[in-house]
């Protein structure tokens, strides 16, 4: 690096005192600026006063861990480097750390020598992308003191403004009309142009629960007056949202015909707050649904928790079925489960006949999926 640059600064978040020290002194001796938390609170605060270049953080700590931090951060800073190291990788943290933007996401023991070159380039990529904005804004090409958070709360609000909601109809096995639809959002913004890009800006920028709400507001309006069942998409985030609960809203007056759909994606943090959310939501009139089970994130202890009384079984297992004894099996032993629960079994993303006929035969109450019905805008002439 340059000598006249100023040094890159570090900031190292570990809660076992011996990796902590480890990587202190690896940066120190490379010539790096290095400090140290003991876990992700700790790491906030000493952000008051300190801006590194680049975060170097262990996954798991007590009291807040890597992601959470990660979270924190990238509701101060969009760019800022965060290197994530964990002893126990999972598919669910390294999702989380792609969602979240992370850097890298890095596996103990690590090699010195990687991780030093990680951090520099790090470095490297977050000062340019600074001194690129500092440029734009002295040319007058990017308003005073707006930041990249400001371009994208902007984007933002206005994909949040012209979201739409599409309705796929959900039909009896036996046949007949539709019982319900469900609504799934979609954007009609260039700027964020589809579900994943407003949800990822959604979560950088902590305003997960706003997209809940505009979609709780949009969804029942097609349904009022009618009979069939609206299901709806809860995010863990709508879970501990008060206003999940307002009095008045059109979704509250249609309640008894109301599934509100929950899924592991996002992990469902703190089982006892979910199932007490799940018995508040009950006792107005509510029914819950186990959305993707089957896929990776959703696990079976969610039955056990939430005792819902609609179980939606993934499109991975629906996938082929016809003709895979395995996927069988699985889809077999749910349905008994389910029914053995006194919950309703949904096959989702149905998409032949045989793989129709084959849920149906297996004991399958409800299906969903392009070949009965794709997700559409709500028309008037509607069928049901
Ligand atoms: O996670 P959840 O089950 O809520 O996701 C529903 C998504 O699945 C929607 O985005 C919807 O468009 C999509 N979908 C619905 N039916 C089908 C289908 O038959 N095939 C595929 N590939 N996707 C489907
Ligand atoms: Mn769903």
């Known amino acids: ?18 990796i902590q020290r480890t990587l202190l002194t690896l940066f120190e001796m490379s010539g790096l600026e290095a400090r140290a938390a003991g876990d992700g609170r700790e790491a906030l605060g000493l952000l008051e006063s300190f801006a590194p270049d680049v975060i170097v953080s262990d996954i798991s700590m007590p009291d807040l861990d890597g992601i959470r931090l990660l979270r924190e951060v990238r509701r101060r800073d969009l760019d800022l480097p965060v290197v994530l190291v964990t002893g126990l990788p999972s598919v669910e943290s390294a999702a989380h750390a ?28 977050y000062r340019t992308a600074r001194l690129q904005r500092k440029a734009l804004s002295q040319l007058g090409l990017l308003a005073e003191g707006a930041s990249d958070r400001a371009g994208l709360e902007a984007r933002f609000g206005a994909a949040l403004e012209s979201v739409a909601l599409y309705y796929q109809p959900i039909f009896p096995s036996a046949g007949g009309p539709p019982v319900g639809f469900e609504a799934l959002l979609r954007t009609r913004s260039t700027d964020l142009p589809d579900v994943g890009a407003l949800l990822d800006a959604a979560h950088r920028l902590g305003r997960v629960r706003d997209v809940g709400r505009r979609v709780r507001k949009l969804a029942p309006e097609p349904l009022l007056g009618r009979s069939e069942l609206l299901f709806l998409n809860l995010c863990p985030e ?7 609960f307002d009095r008045g809203t059109g979704l509250e007056g249609i309640a008894h015909r109301v599934v509100l759909e929950i899924t592991e994606r996002d992990r469902l943090e703190g089982v006892a707050a979910v199932t007490r959310v799940a018995s508040e ?26 005792r819902p009384e609609f179980v939606k079984i993934d499109m991975s297992l629906v996938r082929g079925v016809d003709a895979d004894p395995v ?12 029914h053995d629960l006194g919950s309703s079994v949904v096959g989702e993303g149905v998409e032949t006949v045989p793989e129709r006929d084959a849920l149906v035969a297996m004991g399958v109450d409800l299906l969903q999926g392009f070949l009965l019905g794709r997700p559409e805008p709500w028309a008037p002439g509607r069928p049901g």
Do not use: W
């Open 1 to 18: 690096m340059d000598p006249t640059e100023p040094r890159i600064s570090v900031l190292v978040v570990d809660d076992e005192p011996g």
């Open 98 to 125: 792609v969602e979240l933007g992370a850097h890298r996401y890095i596996t103990k023991p690590f090699d010195h020598g990687e991780l030093l070159a990680t951090v520099k380039n790090a470095a490297s990529i």
């Open 238 to 244: 709508d879970l501990s949202d008060p206003d999940l």
């Open 281 to 306: 939501l009950r006792a107005r009139g509510y029914r819950i649904a186990v959305d993707d089970l089957g896929a990776g994130y959703s696990g079976l202890n969610n039955l056990a928790t939430l």
């Open 327 to 338: 996927r069988q099996k699985l889809v077999r032993a749910l349905c008994a489960v389910s």
